[in-house]
């Protein structure tokens, strides 16, 4: 069994939003946010922290850092009993907020200085930062100098300052350029082989799954699946699908006892796709037979997207660009609802 | 390293930024124009004040250059710290900050500490000049005990209004917002107290210009324990037996402490309550 880390156990916490009134302009209630979150964070894992915008998952980390007091629940260390206290998270664990825009004549050395003060990192741990997160040539460049893949690795440099059990790290890849976004994933995974757990929340889902380790979706302030890719998927009832590619004329799969809802086809020039919904493991040989020129062939698990859509009950068409909005009723609703 | 060391090598860090700062560069020369240049202005041996008076000691020529302290040092306080929190919500950094395990009190008080001292070093060093330039210009010292409250008074005035700023700072996500907050608040009690002051003598039925009425002197005594400007020349005044506004030492030295506690405490509980 892995080893845990952190335990959450029904951990709330609502955003107090103005709702003024006519006779109360100052009036608040309480908001969106996260509600009953129950998650466990394994030693030297990555957990990928899913959701769309608006679904909870900055305020999830804010909570892990520290940040947000948890209104109700508990957060335990490890698989011990102990409540940890928001003083204690902040000590174990390191926080990369998204998009911190650094500014000002003072330089990436002295800033991290600074913040180095608050965790007793001492010059030299400081300077091995530097060179880890790849910013030791800049080290005395203006932060106002620095470009956003700089800016990026300057705070995940902080976020390491005081050698942290747990990383916390929103949407750590915007910016990175993808060299740099390749350095940087391949840190991640030097980090956990440390034993450093990772939590990783980011809109960037297409190259997600080669990275994380666990998936955890959320939708509205809810976890809605937590678990690896494949017992999420599982869990959401997602099968994996059998992905063809030719060249040449698309063959009717209807001939080989497929029905036509079944089958996704895309055309471009000489070339199709086909999607099975299903696996089928004879049909290659079939098609061969029949002389469909097949270029690849493979199994391809479910996406990312699509256990989101999944769980979520969205989907692309329906949804596109808009945002969830903030105005809803949680899905599961507790005492002390509102003000 | 205790945490009170931890505190003060915070404060030094930010204290340092602040005072090389480029919008300390543009103050001092306002700064060295208000403080030293008063202080040799109100030294000049043939001055002759409204009312015909003259400066009688060197404590005295110091009082009416504290006017130096109220308009320039002040301003350049609201100016120094107005985006100190503000800022750092804004661009990101205060969410590093605040999931750092220091805790948010110890921030706070490393906070408060770096902005005063960034605006506290110049103000001494240039009043430390001051005395210097009456001595120069009057043959006379001030004494120890008027040193003390001299320069102790100062540095309340100047933590005062530094509270302020950064509680300002810490309520508002606009930078605009903050620096109009400091700025209105400077202008209220520099230049419109006086008007207030007014305002309650004519409601309270005392008559309003007779100078030497005492009725007059004794409300607008009371009212200046309401304003740090007030609170400030209060104490000064202290040093200054020919003058009575009905306000004893032990009443202005009460005042400041409130002055000091109330937006101390109010500015530690908002930062530990602070969100990103």
Excluded at chain 1, 117 to 134: C, P, Q, T, Y
């Amino acid at each position: 069994m892995e080893e845990v880390v952190l335990r959450l156990e029904g951990a709330t916490y609502r955003h107090s939003v103005y709702a003024p009134l006519p006779l109360k302009p100052w009036r608040r209630i309480k908001g969106p946010g996260i509600f009953e979150t129950n998650l466990t964070l394994q030693k030297g894992t990555i957990l990928g922290l899913v959701g769309p915008n608006g679904a909870g998952k900055t305020t999830l980390l804010r909570v892990l850092a520290g940040i947000l007091p948890v209104q109700h629940g508990r957060v335990y260390s490890g698989n011990e009993e102990v409540v940890l206290d928001r003083q204690q998270l902040r000590q174990s664990v390191g926080h990369m907020p998204e998009q911190v825009r650094w500014q000002g004549r003072k330089t990436v050395r002295q800033a991290l200085l600074e913040l180095g003060e608050m965790r007793h990192a001492s010059e030299k741990r400081i300077d091995g930062i530097l060179k880890l997160v790849g910013l030791s040539s800049r080290k005395d460049s203006a932060l106002s100098e620095l470009s956003q893949g700089m800016r990026q690795r300057l705070t995940l440099a902080v976020a390491l300052l005081g050698s942290p059990k747990i990383l916390l790290l929103d949407e750590p890849l915007n910016g990175l350029d993808p060299v740099g976004a390749a350095a940087f994933i391949s840190l991640l995974k030097t980090l956990t082989e440390k034993g450093v757990s990772i939590v990783l929340s980011s809109h960037q889902v297409e190259g997600l799954a080669g990275i994380i380790d666990r998936l955890a979706l959320m939708h509205r302030g809810h976890i809605l699946a937590e678990g690896t890719l494949k017992e999420v998927a599982k869990g959401l009832h997602l099968d994996s699908k059998t992905e063809i590619k030719g060249t040449g004329q698309v063959p009717h799969f209807s001939n080989y006892e497929i029905q036509d809802e079944d089958v996704e086809i895309e055309i471009q020039d000489n070339h199709w796709t086909a999607r099975l919904e299903q696996a089928q493991p004879h049909l290659l040989a079939k098609l061969i037979n029949d002389g469909v020129e097949i270029t690849e062939w493979g199994i391809r698990q479910p996406n990312v997207v699509e256990m989101l859509c999944a769980a979520t009950g969205q989907s692309i068409e329906d949804v596109g660009l808009e945002v969830a909005s903030n105005a809803y009723v949680p899905l599961r609703t507790f005492g002390g609802e509102e003000e | 390293m205790s945490d009170f060391n931890r505190v003060m090598k915070l404060a030094r860090r930010l204290t340092l930024e602040r005072m090389f700062s480029t919008r300390m560069y543009i103050m001092l020369p306002v700064l060295l124009l208000f403080i030293p240049g008063m202080a040799w202005g109100f030294s000049d041996p043939n001055i002759v004040l409204p009312g015909g008076h003259q400066p009688e000691s060197a404590m005295e020529v110091l009082f009416y250059a504290s006017l130096g302290v109220v308009f320039g040092a002040t301003m350049c306080a609201v100016l120094l710290s107005y985006d100190a929190v503000s800022r750092e919500r804004a661009s990101g950094v205060l969410e590093l900050r605040l999931s750092q395990p220091m805790p948010r009190a110890h921030q706070s008080l490393a906070m408060i500490l770096g902005s005063w001292k960034a605006i506290l070093i110049p103000t001494w060093i240039l009043l430390i000049i001051s005395v210097f330039i009456v001595r120069y210009r009057m043959g006379e010292w001030i004494s120890f005990a008027d040193f003390l409250v001299y320069f102790s008074s100062t540095a309340l005035i100047l933590l005062w209004y530094i509270l302020f700023t950064l509680l300002a700072s810490s309520y508002t996500r606009e930078q605009g917002t903050a620096i109009s907050f400091g700025v209105g608040m400077w202008f209220l009690f520099t230049f419109l107290w006086a008007l207030i002051t007014t305002m309650v003598a004519f409601a309270s039925g005392v008559s309003i210009g007779q100078e030497n009425d005492a009725s007059w002197i004794m409300l607008e005594g009371a009212l200046d324990l309401l304003s740090p400007n007030g609170v400030y020349h209060h104490l000064l005044e202290t040093r200054l037996p020919q003058i009575d506004r009905g306000i004893v030492a032990w009443q202005s030295w009460f005042m400041g402490l409130l002055w000091t506690v109330l937006p101390s405490w109010a500015f530690i509980r908002r930062m530990e309550k602070i969100l990103p």
